[in-house]
């Protein structure tokens, strides 16, 4: 069963840079897409960044051209590096990934926090 864990959330200064790494227990070959969903207190889920097994990248309009995904599929994680952070960033950003074709699969991580202050 493969597990996905978040990492490098925390607090950080409006302006500032944060780098998020979801590390997977299995290879993440085996996933479609992974991806950064993030979720703000009364707000609904909301995609951040995705990327494929092929690389394509996809980035909600609030964050193209400060956020980076990418992926490390020797060490079998992806990483989330968001800059010139605003406080509307602030969430719990959670991993996923995503297998569309048999056996179907969707993992989710635990969610690490990030606080940007003003």
């Known amino acids: 069963q493969v597990q996905l864990v978040e990492s490098g959330g925390g607090l950080v200064q409006a302006g500032g840079s944060l780098r998020l790494s979801c590390a997977a227990s299995?290879?993440?070959?085996?996933?479609?897409?992974m991806g950064w969903y993030r979720q703000a207190p009364g707000k609904q889920r909301e995609l951040v960044a995705g990327?494929?097994?092929?690389?394509?990248?996809n980035y909600a309009d609030s964050v193209k051209g400060r956020f980076t995904i990418s992926r490390d599929n020797a060490e079998n994680t992806v990483y989330l590096q968001m800059n010139s952070l605003k406080p509307v960033d602030s969430a719990v950003y959670y991993c996923?990934?995503?297998?569309?074709?048999?056996?179907?699969?969707?993992?989710w991580g635990q969610g690490t926090l990030v606080t940007v202050s003003s």
């Open positions: 996923n990934a995503n297998r569309w074709v048999p056996p179907y699969l969707e993992v």
């Open positions: 299995g290879s993440i070959f085996n996933f479609n897409v």
């Open positions: 990327i494929t097994s092929g690389g394509s990248t």
